[in-house]
């Protein structure tokens, strides 16, 4: 086989992982509007815990630690496209714009220099 075949398959399958990524950050996004509902925080260490042990038990010998840090990674992007599920309809205060045409003396606590 040749590199370009090589590649070619490289390329498949990374179409592949990023529509199974797709789809796993789909359900992520329906658990957050789950979590939402019922008042339930974002973060579950032990069900993170319990991915990993599940994710390192069947992965080969020599990928354990490569798929354990892939699933962290992967499970740290979960809980950030949950937060932002979670915060979408929060009505935040917004900061006024700053007023760069106003002089005035700032004061700082500590030695000059």
Same mark, same amino acid.
């Given at each position: 086989m040749d590199l370009?075949?090589?590649r070619n398959d490289i390329d498949k399958l990374d179409k592949e992982i990023?529509?199974?990524f797709e789809k796993r950050m789909d359900l992520c996004?329906?658990? @957050? %509007?789950?979590k939402k509902e019922n008042n339930l925080p974002i973060f579950q260490?032990?069900?993170e815990k319990e991915?990993?042990?599940?994710v390192r038990d069947r992965s080969p010998e020599h990928l354990k630690d490569g798929s354990? @840090? %892939?699933?962290t990674e992967i499970m740290d992007i979960s809980k950030c496209l949950q937060q932002q599920e979670l915060l979408k309809e929060k009505d935040f205060i917004r900061p006024l714009p700053l007023n760069m045409n106003c002089t005035g003396k700032i004061?700082?606590?500590?030695?000059?220099?």
């Amino acid at each position: 086989m040749d590199l370009n075949q090589l590649r070619n398959d490289i390329d498949k399958l990374d179409k592949e992982i990023l529509s199974a990524f797709e789809k796993r950050m789909d359900l992520c996004r329906q658990v @957050a %509007l789950y979590k939402k509902e019922n008042n339930l925080p974002i973060f579950q260490e032990g069900r993170e815990k319990e991915i990993i042990k599940k994710v390192r038990d069947r992965s080969p010998e020599h990928l354990k630690d490569g798929s354990a @840090a %892939l699933f962290t990674e992967i499970m740290d992007i979960s809980k950030c496209l949950q937060q932002q599920e979670l915060l979408k309809e929060k009505d935040f205060i917004r900061p006024l714009p700053l007023n760069m045409n106003c002089t005035g003396k700032i004061g700082c606590q500590g030695t000059s220099g």
